[in-house]
């Protein structure tokens, strides 16, 4: 079980970043967190305490820093890892699912066989911001047929309401450090 410092220590290795990608935002950079290896363990091992007890079949990881946090915990839970892409990056069947942005759409993949009915399913991404790519992707595992148990976050953006975009549509979301930004 982490204690109060465990996070605090996670959320000292996160770079903030002024003005990235455009004037006005702070990006807030999980590199830092992923090369530093106590707080990349810290990380893995607050997911982990999360799933440890359900019954987990699969970990997708949304394209990619997704990836990044998604493979180590599937290992962990001793689950499959499934990768949710940008469009024309996988080999074999796909579905989509089209979600809206501020200005136009975007659309993500995942193989048409990745999972099946009765599978459990967390997404997982490294940061929750608008929710958009992360409903997008719980709709994927539910077109698929299988059951979303969570959609987890390293960081989430208390003030862009994603949270709430992902529990309308009934899936429960864990975060590990939560930001306001003021």
Do not use: Q, W
């Not at 465990?6 to 590199?31: A, C, H, M, N, Q």
């Amino acid at each position: 079980m982490l204690e109060t410092k465990d996070f605090e220590y996670v959320r000292s290795t996160v770079r903030e970043v002024p003005d990235f990608p455009k004037p006005g935002i702070l990006f807030l950079d999980v590199t830092t967190i992923v090369k530093d290896p106590k707080a990349f363990n810290l990380c893995i091992d607050f997911l982990y305490e999360k799933f440890k007890d359900e019954k987990i079949d699969y970990i997708a990881g949304i394209e990619s820093r997704g990836f990044i946090f998604g493979a180590p915990l599937a290992c962990k839970l001793n689950a499959g890892f499934i990768t949710i892409r940008k469009p024309n990056k996988l080999p074999a069947d796909t579905i989509k699912e089209t979600y809206s942005l501020e200005y136009g759409t975007d659309t993500i993949e995942m193989h048409a066989d990745a999972v099946k009915a009765g599978d459990r399913v967390v997404v997982i991404d490294d940061l929750l911001a608008t929710g958009g790519t992360a409903v997008a992707a719980c709709n994927l595992i539910k077109k698929a047929g299988a059951e979303v148990a969570a959609a987890a976050f390293v960081i989430e953006l208390d003030p862009l309401k994603g949270k709430e975009k992902i529990e309308a549509t009934g899936v429960e979301v864990i975060s590990m450090l939560n930001y306001d930004l003021d």
